[in-house]
């Protein structure tokens, strides 16, 4: 006690000054804080200003249709519902959380594209003050973080992840993603196991939201260094349990992609050396398009060959990496800032710049979403080094980040209309890229989905030019043809599809199109093949059950539609259905379980609902009943219902 007090007699009071008091230093801490939270505050509702226009934007046939609008598992929010989204793939991914996300969107808000697009948004905002949030605990310093939050929310690079319901994955991801960085900051210097274990737990929920978060534990080796984190042995061990879930999931993804074909022909398509060039020219790709965000697009291809040869730049590419990197290996004081940068966008591009290709697009805006960070860090650090100088060069620095932000956000609002739906998607596509055949193709789906069936003929017919062999192309065109009454052009272009792939979707148009020509039994055969390889299909089971209706087959027709229920016990057709069914056989008692469940499921036909209700009641003896379901029949418009229930009062 003696020797602590000796050692406080030691120290120096502090010098008087001006203005001082006792609490001077709070004072000034909490001013601190204070400017530190406006500055955040003024960055998030500016970005939250910016990105107003994209809550008037619409869902995209670019997924958004397989993810969202179409996709039967977000409407089934029961366990058996999401045990589904855990143990099967969406859009040759594996992204359970993300299809709960989009399940519980749907049961708040129906297809509401407005609510879809807030929610992006609003995740957007929250991985701003997470980005500031890590940023600031990697750095020590709030400008710094403040600089780097307000360049990752408002760069136009970062259109398509917020703007496009589909990205919601990348956003969640990057949620939990940030999280575990931040979490792994805090082990890093307490070396607690609560904080390790909050980085395992917030890296799995990364994963499953989408699994290219397996890149974690390179980014975390990165900040390790940049750290300067010892041992070495110890830092590498702890990434152990972080490496098994990535591989876990990698492997995953892989057999989810490669599923789907996703997985392309890279090694036959190119030499070693090419496909390294290819890596090498994606890598700059992005630093490039991160400090000139110019010539956008939804869809960059993989380059074509010309007598067997890439364009120059990307031969050039592995010359001009490797220059950088021994740039920046002799950069003397600035080495750790500029490795730390380079190697945090490189680790966390590893799984997007097609080293395993698993995408029929080169690189895409939405995988810039994470790593631009490094570059962001790199930028709010010189900044600060420039406004160190002196009081003209904090006004140049003003001005100059004044200047960024505004062209960046300017330009960002302007990329938000490109998303405004699938025309303005793709036309903005086919304006860059004249010869992309999915683009047309996609386009063409867009006006067929508007009614303009010449349109998306003439698209389609563009698509084929491109690529004679998409059975895709021809099996819209074929639908097309339908619409517009050519019925042996569609049967034409049907029957080309399925040679060329005998898909279960194209299988089942055609049985439907050979039903509206009156080949029932043409229809049937189509429909059976269907379910004889996928006995749980939904379209093949309710398109047999409805062609064995139409044909009087009710006994047949009734099987399919309990199977349809069984499945899916949300199918309000088929519940419709099978209670006509009933009804017609002589079963009124089911049929009017079913004709309730089929109006609570919100059926097309509810009119015809109540009506059928109604004479299920009668046949039944519960006359208060019947009348209720009239009645509310007829307040549907539907006409019959009147004429019953005069029938029914005796009137």
């Not at 939250?48 to 958004?64: E, H, K, M, R, S």
């Not at 998607?425 to 009614?451: C, F, K, M, P």
Request: charged letters at 15%; one cysteine or more.
């Amino acid at each position: 006690m003696g020797q602590r007090q000796g050692m406080a007699s030691k120290r120096r009071p502090t010098r008087p000054g001006a203005g001082r008091d006792p609490e001077s230093g709070a004072v000034h801490a909490v001013s601190g804080h204070f400017r530190t939270w406006v500055g955040v505050a003024i960055v998030l509702v500016a970005t939250a200003i910016l990105y107003v226009p994209a809550l008037n934007n619409g869902f995209t046939n670019w997924d958004d249709d397989r993810q969202v609008t179409a996709n039967p598992d977000v409407r089934d929010l029961s366990v058996g519902g999401v045990r589904r989204m855990f143990s099967s793939f969406t859009v040759s991914l594996y992204q359970p959380l993300t299809s709960l996300a989009f399940a519980l969107e749907y049961r708040l808000f129906g297809l509401d594209a407005r609510a879809y697009h807030a929610v992006n948004v609003l995740v957007h905002l929250a991985n701003i003050l997470l980005v500031y949030g890590f940023v600031r605990s990697l750095s020590q310093r709030t400008s710094l973080a403040v600089v780097a939050a307000a360049l990752f929310a408002v760069h136009p690079l970062q259109v398509e992840a917020v703007a496009w319901v589909s990205s919601l994955s990348i956003l969640l991801s990057s949620l939990f993603y940030l999280g575990a960085m931040m979490a792994y900051l805090a082990y890093a210097r307490s070396g607690q196991a609560r904080h390790f274990a909050a980085v395992c737990g917030l890296f799995v929920l990364a994963l499953l939201a989408k699994t290219s978060a397996a890149t974690l534990p390179l980014v975390l080796w990165v900040i390790d260094i940049y750290l300067q984190r010892r041992p070495l042995r110890r830092v590498l061990c702890e990434k152990v349990p972080l490496l098994v879930l990535s591989l876990v999931f990698g492997y995953v993804a892989l057999c989810a992609r490669s599923g789907a074909s996703h997985v392309q022909d890279f090694a036959m398509r190119y030499s070693l050396f090419q496909r390294a060039s290819i890596v090498s020219y994606s890598c700059l790709w992005y630093l490039g398009k991160l400090v000139f965000p110019v010539g956008l697009s939804a869809f960059y291809p993989f380059p074509g060959k010309i007598d067997g040869w890439l364009p120059v730049l990307f031969y050039a590419a592995p010359v001009l990496l490797i220059g950088l990197a021994v740039g920046v290996w002799h950069s003397g004081p600035s080495r750790r800032l500029l490795a730390f940068t380079a190697l945090f966008m490189l680790a966390s591009l590893a799984l997007v710049v097609q080293v395993v290709p698993i995408s029929e697009l080169m690189v895409c805006d939405r995988y810039a979403y994470l790593p631009c960070i490094g570059l962001f860090f790199l930028v709010g650090t010189l900044s600060l080094r420039i406004w160190s100088r002196g009081l003209l060069w904090k006004a140049v620095t003003l001005v100059g980040l004044g200047l960024v932000l505004t062209g960046l956000a300017g330009a960002t609002f302007g990329r938000i209309e490109v998303w405004h739906d699938s025309l303005t998607l793709w036309n903005d596509v086919i304006g860059r890229h004249a010869d992309i055949w999915s683009a047309y193709l996609n386009r063409g789906l867009a006006e067929s989905q508007t009614g303009d069936y010449k349109a998306a003929i003439e698209d389609f017919d563009a698509a084929l030019r491109l690529n004679p062999h998409s059975e895709m192309a021809l099996n819209n065109r074929a639908g097309c043809h339908t619409y517009l009454g050519n019925w042996p052009a569609a049967l034409r272009d049907f029957d080309s599809a399925i040679q060329l792939k005998p898909d279960s979707d194209y299988l089942i148009n055609r049985g439907i199109l050979r039903q509206k020509m009156g080949d029932s039994a043409g229809a049937l055969k189509d429909f059976d093949a269907v379910i004889q390889v996928h006995p749980r299909n939904i379209r093949a089971l309710c398109e047999r059950a409805d062609s064995y209706r139409l044909s009087g087959n009710w006994t047949k027709a009734i099987e399919d539609y309990n199977a349809l229920l069984g499945l899916y016990p949300g199918h309000s057709h088929a519940a419709f259905w099978l209670g006509v069914g009933l009804l017609e056989t002589g079963d009124p008692e089911r049929a009017a379980a079913l004709l309730n469940r089929a109006i609570a499921l919100g059926c097309k036909e509810p009119g015809a609902a109540y009506f059928l209700l109604g004479k299920a009641y009668q046949r039944l003896g519960r006359k208060d009943l019947a009348i209720e379901a009239l009645r509310r029949s007829h307040e549907t418009g539907d006409a019959r219902a009147l004429v019953e229930l005069h029938r029914i009062e005796g009137k």
